[in-house]
């Protein structure tokens, strides 16, 4: 099935609060430098106590609707890409249906972790391009600082909070949508995770009493494995050489990370977009995160091909070969 699809508008929200790597020194036995070397952030956003991820994600959506030159009343599905809802239930996509008004709008969360934002845009793509839907808004926001262990110096000074939004809408004379690649292994699930009510997975006993808890080091080698296989395959299925590939822009998990993963792809640092280095690593936000900032300075261009890779727990990941389709 070819795409009738195209992203159209783009927005972002970070909160005001920042947490330093001088600020983390205060709390975890830790220091900028080691940090820095190891992560390449340098800062990240926390909201505020009685800030959730429905705010933030209402907030990317309004800054998207000022660059807008169109409407969000004829939006058909609200799509929530998020790990850290304010509930259980409702869901987060409900909460922004109602703040805007949006009757006509279906709701729904989906959980991909860092790989959410992604993997909403490619349902977006086939619901619109299937002819279900026109207009279909893709939010992904998270507040990993409200379940993050500030105890556990590995992982607290990763994670930070954000959120941005898309409007993917139907346009068959100038469709964005090139190619797609999905993949999972289950089997490394006990690798990232945060625990619920399960006691265990595959007879691993889940700690972390609702924090989020990894092995840095198993992501690190399944990521670097992962990511450069499957831009190759992008690449191949979207007819493009390494060459034409005006920018990267992967999941903000950790800079050392994506420097390897440059390096095994031959992808030139300068045509790599991220947001880690002062908004952390916001799980499923990272990626419009990266888009906003490279928007504000002026490197993105209509026609422009993207490769916007999220990978993250699950384990799981979504890639997709775009032609951007916003004019700056």
Not at 135 to 155: C, F, H, M, N, P
Not at 156 to 165: E, P, R
Not at 201 to 217: A, P, S
Request: aromatic content about 8%.
């Amino acid at each position: 099935m070819s795409s009738i699809a195209r992203l159209s508008a783009l927005g972002a929200y970070v909160p005001e609060r920042i947490l330093t790597n001088t600020d983390l020194e205060k709390m975890v036995d830790t220091n900028d430098e080691w940090i820095v070397q190891r992560t390449g952030i340098r800062e990240r956003r926390i909201s505020a106590e009685e800030e959730f991820t429905s705010h933030l994600c209402i907030r990317a959506v309004e800054d998207l609707a000022r660059s807008y030159e169109g409407t969000l009343e004829d939006v058909e599905l609200i799509l929530v890409a998020t790990t850290t809802p304010d509930y259980p239930f409702p869901s987060v996509a409900c909460r922004v249906q109602d703040h805007f008004g949006l009757k006509q709008a279906g709701a729904v969360d989906l959980n991909a972790t860092c790989a959410g934002f992604t993997y909403g845009l490619h349902l977006a793509n086939g619901l619109i391009s299937s002819g279900l839907h026109r207009k279909v808004l893709v939010i992904a926001g998270e507040t990993l600082t409200k379940v993050t262990d500030y105890t556990d110096r590995s992982t607290c000074i990763l994670f930070g909070d954000g959120a941005g939004a898309a409007l993917v809408e139907a346009d068959p004379a100038d469709p964005g949508f090139l190619a797609a690649t999905l993949g999972s292994d289950g089997s490394g699930g006990r690798h990232v995770y945060r625990a619920g009510m399960a006691a265990a997975l595959d007879g691993t006993v889940l700690e972390g009493n609702g924090k989020i808890v990894q092995n840095g080091r198993e992501v690190y080698k399944w990521a670097v494995r992962t990511v450069p296989d499957g831009i190759s395959r992008l690449l191949q299925a979207g007819g493009l050489s390494l060459h034409e590939l005006d920018w990267f822009v992967p999941h903000s998990a950790n800079l050392k990370m994506i420097d390897s993963i440059t390096e095994k792809t031959g992808i030139p640092a300068e045509r790599t977009l991220t947001s880690a280095e002062y908004y952390g690593n916001t799980s499923a936000a990272s990626i419009p995160l990266s888009l906003k900032l490279a928007r504000q300075e002026g490197k993105l261009k209509r026609g422009d091909h993207l490769v916007l890779f999220g990978f993250g727990a699950g384990l799981t990941y979504a890639g997709l070969l775009l032609k951007w389709g916003i004019d700056n």
